[in-house]
């Protein structure tokens, strides 16, 4: 017994010698002792928890070094949604920002007064880690994926030296990070692969985003990949953090390393300022950024702003100037899309641009294509919107071939029904289909309509549903749930078995919720944030189709032009139709997966504050909405409960002035 407890100590030791040597190399790239004596006590830690393996826990350094490879990626599905931020690219971009919130706060007489802070943060060009640790060892690891579920890759992670095992302080928590790839170890690992003669890598990004996807981790540690944590997610244990400042402080007590490059900004003219001098610095760090992130600072303000379908209020991504490049048009095409648009397409003579090979850029509609005067032949300036989408800024016409002539829109278009006619409506920007019908239309809007944003029908894909419309077994929306399977069954690819699958998987979608309902129905401009949107201020979609214009133009986040289009959707006679028959083969859910709305929720607006131990933030207002009622980031005459959390702040003070029912996590549960 002796024996196995000096062992243990001993292990204790080597473990923290080793992370002590470790931490000093990467915070300030300093080795007291030799990477072969630091290598020798690795060994030693290894060959000891090999023979004890009792002795083996999580947070040991020797979990760094990759085992066997693995055999693929589990899911790992988000306890807090992982949201994206909206871009900005001007100064005008941030005035429209702060505007808003300038808006948001006059409605609540308690936040009108306080004035707005910017905690400003580099951008890092990565990919998104989020990390979960049960009372301060790491426990899982997880890609952002969609926003809701993510690859898990926990293994890999365990390989990034700067990603501590163990927490300085036994706590349970979420922490949202950046993994990246250093410039220097991007330049070494493409001269070495240039000496092995194989192809390099085109940027560091697609390197480490590629590396954390390695089902070998040994590969992934070779990479030497590196992060920085920015974000405390969710928290046990700790009194609420006031404000970002206080955030990054916090998460460096913890062992996470941070990047120091912030900057607390008092007004946007400060913004630009740190802006603008990061935008000449940019290059001068060891490490790509892509542009700077501005949050409120202060976190009570955070709250009350909220989230929108897909990002959060209180923040925004600020840009820098996109990378361009010059290039030739061969030819200018045209793209159809899911609503019957018709966006014409430069088709370019391929340039690298932003560490990718570029040979396609939107010219997006008529009006952009008479304003450039853009023509085939021309030389045009090419840049990445947002270091996203391939856009022709501006063309050259001193290098404009002599025999250019203007582009003129056809008046058929392949795609278009029976005759191919387009059009263009009065006072719009977009050529489109005179008749929808058209089965390259069709395809596209069933193909949207069975995709993952909307009715999710797995093993309905692209190439499916193409088939099946050639085939006419599809014509509309309703179709998917009447499919002739008798007769699919006989098609090449298919056999009994794939279509009984097939069958179940439409089955199982005849219930949806009216936000999913309403993203299958392809209405033009109306994409996932907008749709929630929709069914949150309406909850029914037979009040949608008997609303009002301007009933739409009052949603926050819903202007003038959209709701026109909404309006004019479901004024639609074949629209019409279309819903009436797909509402025969299928029933709307509240946007719940519960068959049952429950009455102590429906129509009940609820408000949150303080911190819980079973629930985020987020699990609270989901149950919420799944079971009829409505979450609110702020407290007012129209909230029916005010949910209770440890350390909870002023909304509670004010829900007892209004008389507001408060309820303890408990009571809450009690409830559903």
């Known amino acids: 017994m002796a024996k196995k407890e000096e062992i243990q100590k001993r292990i204790e030791k080597l473990k923290k010698e080793i992370n002590y040597h470790r931490n000093l190399y990467h915070e300030k790239d300093i080795l007291e002792i030799s990477e072969e004596a630091l290598d020798s ?62 808006n948001l706060k006059k409605k609540n007489s308690f936040f009108e007064k306080k004035d707005l802070q910017y905690f400003c943060e580099l951008k890092i060009d990565g990919l998104k880690v989020v990390l979960e640790y049960e009372n301060g060892i790491l ?50 690992l493409n001269k070495k692969r240039k000496k092995e003669g194989l192809e390099t890598y085109a940027n560091p990004r697609n390197v480490a985003s590629g590396s954390v996807r390695q089902l070998d981790p040994k590969i992934v540690e070779q990479r030497k990949l590196d992060a920085f944590i920015y974000d405390v997610a969710q928290i046990s244990n700790k009194a609420p953090l006031k404000n970002q400042k206080e955030e990054i402080d916090f998460l460096k007590s913890l062992g996470f ?57 209180f ?41 990718t090979s570029v040979s396609r850029a939107s010219l997006h509609n008529a009006d952009e294509i ?30 404009r071939p002599k025999k250019s002539k203007k582009y003129v829109f056809p008046k058929t278009f392949a795609g278009c029904g029976a005759d191919g006619k387009i059009f263009k409506p009065a006072g719009d920007v977009y050529y489109r289909c005179v008749d929808f019908s058209g089965k390259e239309v069709v395809k596209k809007k069933l193909e949207y309509f069975v995709s993952k944003k909307a009715f999710d029908i797995e093993g309905l894909g692209g190439a499916n549903v193409k088939s099946f419309v050639e085939k006419d077994f599809l014509k509309e929306p309703a179709d998917i749930f009447k499919l002739p399977y008798e007769k699919i069954e006989k098609m090449e690819g298919f056999g009994e078995k794939s279509v009984e699958n097939l069958k179940k998987s439409i089955e199982e979608k005849r219930e949806i919720s009216l936000s999913r309902f309403l993203i299958a129905l392809s209405i033009f401009e109306v994409g996932e944030e907008t749709s929630i949107l929709l069914s949150e201020n309406f909850e029914k979609l037979e009040k949608i189709q008997k609303a009002k214009k301007e009933e739409f133009e009052k949603i926050d986040g819903i202007g003038i032009v959209v709701a026109e289009k909404i309006f004019s959707f479901f004024k639609d006679k074949k629209n019409i139709k279309e819903i009436k028959n797909l509402l025969k083969e299928i029933k709307i859910r509240k946007n719940i997966k519960n068959k049952k709305v429950n009455k ?8 949150v504050t303080g911190s819980f131990e079973n629930f985020s933030r987020e699990q609270i207002f ?24 440890e350390n909870s702040g002023s909304k509670k003070e004010k829900a007892q002035k209004l008389k507001i029912k408060i309820l303890t996590e408990k009571d809450f549960a009690k409830m559903f």
Do not use: C, M
Request: net charge positive.
């Open 41 to 102: 006590l690795k060994d030693e830690l290894k060959k000891l928890e090999k023979k004890f393996p009792e002795f083996l826990k999580n947070d040991s350094p020797s979990l760094r070094v990759a085992g066997k490879p693995l055999e693929g990626f589990s899911k790992i599905t988000h306890k807090i949604p992982q949201w994206s931020f909206d871009d900005a690219f001007s100064f005008e971009d941030l005035k429209d920002f702060e505007k808003k919130l300038e």
């Open 139 to 188: 426990k899982t690891a997880a890609t952002r994926g969609d926003g809701k579920v993510g690859e898990d890759v926990t293994q890999n992670i365990k390989t990034i030296k700067t990603i501590p095992l163990k927490l300085n302080k036994k706590i349970s928590g979420i922490f949202e990070g950046e993994i990246y790839l250093s410039k220097k170890n991007f330049e070494n």
């Open 257 to 313: 390393q941070t990047n120091k490059n912030n900057f607390l900004a008092k007004s946007l003219e400060e913004v630009w300022n740190f802006y603008k001098n990061q935008t000449k610095i940019k290059d001068d760090y060891g490490y790509l950024i892509d542009g700077i992130v501005l949050k409120v600072n202060q976190r009570e303000l955070q709250e009350f702003f909220g989230y929108t379908g897909k990002a959060p209020r």
């Open 315 to 355: 923040a925004i991504a600020l840009k820098f100037p996109a990378e361009q490049k010059t290039t030739i048009i061969k030819e200018i095409s045209l793209q159809l899309g899911r609503t019957g648009v018709l966006t014409p397409v430069a088709e370019l003579e391929k340039v690298s641009l932003a560490g």
């Open 370 to 399: 008479e304003r450039l005067d853009v023509r085939v032949g021309d030389t045009v300036i090419v840049e990445k919107a947002g270091d996203i989408i391939p856009k022709v800024v501006e063309v050259l016409k001193n290098l």
């Open 600 to 607: 102590n929720f429906d129509g009940k607006t609820f408000a």
């Open 622 to 645: 989901k149950i919420v909405r799944d079971f009829g009622g409505k979450p609110a980031g702020a407290i007012s005459k129209k909230t029916d409960f005010l949910i209770v959390g």
